[in-house]
């Protein structure tokens, strides 16, 4: 199969150690699969960053414009100017901020 233990005539195994024979095929096994665990040790360090990096995006809340000291009507002109929101929009949520007793 692999060469060196002993001669083969016809198919058939003639001189060579059984032994010997045995390891030498065993090594050449183990030469063309010595990277098995390095493939794994990285797909799995692959893995865990892919993992991490999407929890790290996720936000887990969002502050309220009361806790940052911002104003709602100042929140509700902030959205319009950067354009948000329409003036239609603002000026429907404008009123119903202004029915609301703060």
């Known amino acids: 199969m692999f060469g060196g233990c002993g001669t083969s005539v016809f198919g058939v195994q003639i001189g060579g150690n059984s032994l010997e024979c045995f390891l030498e095929q065993a090594g050449a096994v183990l030469q063309l699969f010595w990277w098995v665990p390095f493939v794994l040790v990285i797909f799995w360090i692959i893995i865990a960053r892919a993992l991490r990096g999407t929890h ?6 969002v502050p309220s414009p009361a806790s940052s000291g911002i104003s709602p009507m ?6 319009l100017v950067s354009g948000e929101i329409t003036l239609e929009e603002f000026e429907t949520i404008k009123q119903a901020l202004l029915k609301v007793p703060e």
């Open 56 to 61: 790290k995006d996720k936000k887990t809340s």
């Open 74 to 79: 100042a929140a509700l002109k902030a959205r």
